[in-house]
């Protein structure tokens, strides 16, 4: 009976590593799958004639990591899928992996796949300033500020001493309101960071050098000293922003490269998927739709 399947989108770059590594790895034919009363794992994912069972599927789970186990399990499914897909059109074209291979040889095998299959298309410098021109906002330097900071440490989890924390913070700020020239001293009295010998001195920060929480709060302020405690994990501080330095946009010969290797993989990426929609199509898949719906 011919079963007529919709053809379904299959994310291929969807992670850090390069296709092959995506496409055909982590596969361990030793490893033990879920079983059930001493039965084979049940299938309900095929490429063609070929089943991908539940035990394939758990095994390959553990290396797309994901917040909710039927997203991991989503993503474990597709990336089976494409490499069935790859392997299989590589046997129809001849392509062979040396006899007992190993992982790092069906990664080279995909990776012949792909290069025959894929062409390579290298955007001229036309593309590349057209997106550099609509969209400036991505070609900036990084935001700095030049801050000094007072730490009044206090652990996470201690409710008591945080509010003591940020008692003492408020303090110390109503001080240098009137006595801006003591911040200083009150670091090297007060702080609880190594920048307290140094006047509490963090020198130039850019976005993301710091944690999080301190970052975010930091990087909205004006110069001069904050008019309220700046809470972090580390307790809270004292913060007074010495100067702000706004990125400044970048010329186009500076990120030529940077957008010329961006476009060039945004184009190979649409033509991969291009290329697997097409082997869908001479080997359909099914039951990838109900396992992508399960992880919403």
Same mark, same amino acid.
């Given at each position: 009976?011919?079963?007529?399947?919709?053809?379904?989108?299959?994310?291929?770059?969807?992670?850090?590593?390069?296709?092959?590594?995506?496409?055909?790895?982590?596969?361990? *034919?030793?490893? #033990?799958?879920? $079983?059930? /009363?001493? &039965?084979?794992?049940?299938?309900?994912?095929?490429?063609? =004639?070929? !089943?991908?069972?539940?035990?394939?599927?758990?095994?390959?789970?553990?290396?797309?990591?994901?917040?909710?186990?039927?997203?991991?399990?989503?993503?474990?499914?597709?990336?089976?899928?494409?490499?069935?897909?790859?392997?299989?059109?590589?046997?129809?074209?001849?392509?062979?992996?040396?006899?007992?291979?190993?992982?790092?040889?069906?990664?080279?095998?995909?990776?012949?796949?792909?290069?025959?299959?894929v062409e390579d298309r290298?955007?001229?410098?036309?593309?590349?300033?057209?997106?550099?021109?609509?969209?400036?906002?991505?070609?900036?330097?990084?935001?700095?500020?030049?801050?000094?900071?007072?730490?009044?440490?206090?652990?996470?989890?201690?409710?008591?001493?945080?509010?003591? *924390?940020?008692? #003492?913070?408020? $303090?110390? /700020?109503? &001080?240098?309101?009137?006595?801006?020239?003591?911040?200083? =001293?009150? !670091?090297?009295r007060h702080s609880r960071?190594?920048?307290?010998?140094?006047?509490?001195?963090?020198?130039?920060?850019?976005?993301?050098?710091?944690?999080?929480?301190?970052?975010?709060?930091?990087?909205?302020?004006?110069?001069?000293?904050?008019?309220?405690?700046?809470?972090?994990?580390?307790?809270?501080?004292?913060?007074?922003?010495?100067?702000?330095?706004?990125?400044?946009?970048?010329?186009?010969?500076?990120?030529?490269?940077?957008?010329?290797?961006?476009?060039?993989?945004?184009?190979?990426?649409?033509?991969?998927?291009?290329?697997?929609?097409?082997?869908?199509?001479?080997?359909?898949?099914?039951?990838?739709?109900?396992?992508?719906?399960?992880?919403?």
């Amino acid at each position: 009976m011919n079963v007529q399947t919709r053809i379904l989108p299959i994310t291929v770059i969807d992670s850090a590593q390069p296709v092959p590594a995506e496409a055909g790895h982590h596969h361990d *034919a030793d490893a #033990e799958g879920p $079983r059930s /009363l001493g &039965q084979p794992a049940p299938c309900r994912l095929f490429v063609d =004639d070929t !089943a991908i069972s539940e035990a394939d599927i758990a095994r390959e789970m553990q290396h797309h990591r994901a917040m909710r186990p039927e997203q991991s399990r989503a993503d474990a499914a597709r990336a089976l899928v494409v490499r069935e897909l790859l392997r299989r059109e590589a046997r129809r074209l001849g392509l062979q992996a040396p006899a007992g291979g190993t992982v790092s040889d069906e990664e080279a095998l995909i990776q012949r796949l792909l290069e025959q299959g894929v062409e390579d298309r290298v955007p001229d410098e036309d593309a590349c300033r057209r997106y550099f021109e609509q969209n400036p906002e991505r070609f900036r330097a990084p935001d700095r500020v030049h801050v000094r900071h007072i730490l009044l440490a206090a652990p996470a989890d201690d409710v008591a001493g945080r509010l003591a *924390a940020r008692s #003492e913070a408020e $303090r110390l /700020l109503a &001080q240098l309101k009137d006595h801006p020239h003591l911040f200083a =001293d009150f !670091a090297l009295r007060h702080s609880r960071c190594p920048s307290a010998s140094d006047g509490g001195d963090l020198g130039w920060l850019q976005r993301g050098q710091t944690t999080p929480e301190f970052d975010r709060q930091v990087f909205r302020l004006r110069e001069g000293l904050a008019g309220f405690p700046v809470e972090s994990r580390w307790g809270y501080h004292v913060v007074r922003v010495e100067a702000c330095a706004p990125g400044q946009p970048q010329a186009f010969e500076v990120v030529h490269r940077q957008i010329r290797d961006y476009l060039e993989l945004q184009v190979r990426q649409r033509e991969i998927q291009a290329y697997l929609l097409q082997l869908q199509e001479r080997y359909p898949v099914r039951g990838l739709e109900e396992i992508e719906a399960e992880a919403g």
